[in-house]
């Protein structure tokens, strides 16, 4: 099999995991079946220090690296990006990289790095949902849309931050090894799943708002407790001791989200949980998260994540997964 030579681009102030992790992914896949050759560069040869202190070694920088032959071009994200895409040395190295690279990918707020490039004109794009701001303020060119863990357009694939990284990294594994090597990766990285791209960076439980009172914190651990309970608004009312029509503005106001739609979500993960992690029928983690019907289960799904369930267990659950 010849290789396929995989090319990190970093720089002082880089995101350790931005690289660690999607490097880990080829080189485990490497290891199964000899398809990568993982380098890294830099601006300069020599040490790069990462934005925690941590540092790597480049062995050559831009200019003594030939930017023919790449196959996959990745850029990585930190919070040294707003300096590194002034670089006019270093964008004009992944300009030519990237432009004839089979795939142009970024991890975080690398994409800054590949528009400053020019590589990104017209493309739909995601990067971490605290730089969503400034990517589409700085980048009107760009159809920006930072829900999904990672994007891909054409042979353009973005990534939100960190550990959105190695979803990416798997996803280009599997996009050129198939499933079943992309699925030994994730196992032998004790990865608790393989995220699918259109996956929310946004989870409920750690993205909502917080309640500020006792009524609705109440509320949201009855919800919590058991997903697939009666959660209509006035069980929900009768937890936190309000009138429904209270409930519902004071739900809305604290957690920025009505009470119908934050029990979806919820329901919505834990049912995720379950296809992943046992053999349970699709009509039975239905009925007990909930929804009732198959049907109205794979409404949710769509809505939340443009995937069947059926789809998202065949392609994410474990080989262990039991009853």
């Not at 102030?13 to 992790?21: A, E, R, T, V």
């Not at 079946?33 to 040490?47: D, V």
């Not at 990918?105 to 701001?133: D, I, K, M, P, Q």
């Not at 959105?164 to 699925?183: F, I, K, N, Q």
Request: include cysteine; aromatic fraction near 6%.
């Amino acid at each position: 099999m010849k290789q396929r030579r995989i090319v990190f681009v970093v720089f002082d102030g880089f995101q350790p995991l931005d690289l660690f992790g999607p490097h880990e992914v080829f080189q485990y896949a490497d290891r199964l079946t000899g398809g990568y050759s993982c380098e890294i560069t830099a601006p300069l040869p020599g040490p790069v220090r990462s934005g925690s202190g941590l540092s790597v070694h480049s062995p050559c920088g831009v200019a003594g690296l030939s930017p023919e032959g790449v196959d996959t071009l990745v850029v990585v994200g930190g919070g040294g990006v707003d300096r590194a895409r002034h670089d006019a040395a270093l964008t004009r190295w992944i300009a030519t990289a990237g432009g004839t690279a089979r795939r142009v990918t970024s991890v975080c707020s690398g994409v800054f790095l590949l528009a400053a490039a020019g590589l990104l004109h017209g493309r739909r794009v995601t990067t971490h949902w605290a730089r969503e701001e400034q990517l589409v303020r700085e980048h009107p060119e760009l159809v920006v849309d930072c829900d999904p863990i990672f994007l891909r357009d054409g042979r353009v694939w973005t990534s939100a931050g960190v550990t959105a990284g190695m979803d990416l990294a798997l996803a280009l594994v599997e996009d050129d090894l198939g499933h079943e090597v992309a699925h030994a990766v994730a196992q032998e990285m004790v990865m608790f799943l393989r995220r699918p791209g259109s996956q929310s960076q946004f989870s409920v439980a750690l993205w909502s708002a917080q309640p500020a009172g006792d009524a609705i914190r109440a509320v949201v651990a009855a919800i919590h407790s058991d997903p697939g309970a009666r959660h209509g608004i006035d069980d929900l009312a009768s937890h936190a001791g309000l009138s429904p029509r209270h409930l519902q503005r004071r739900f809305t106001v604290e957690l920025g989200t009505p009470p119908s739609a934050y029990v979806e979500g919820v329901r919505v993960e834990a049912a995720k949980r379950a296809l992943v992690e046992s053999a349970h029928p699709v009509e039975a983690i239905a009925r007990r998260y909930g929804f009732g019907t198959a049907e109205s289960l794979r409404r949710a799904f769509h809505r939340h994540l443009s995937v069947a369930p059926s789809d998202y267990r065949d392609r994410f659950r474990s080989t262990k997964a039991h009853l």
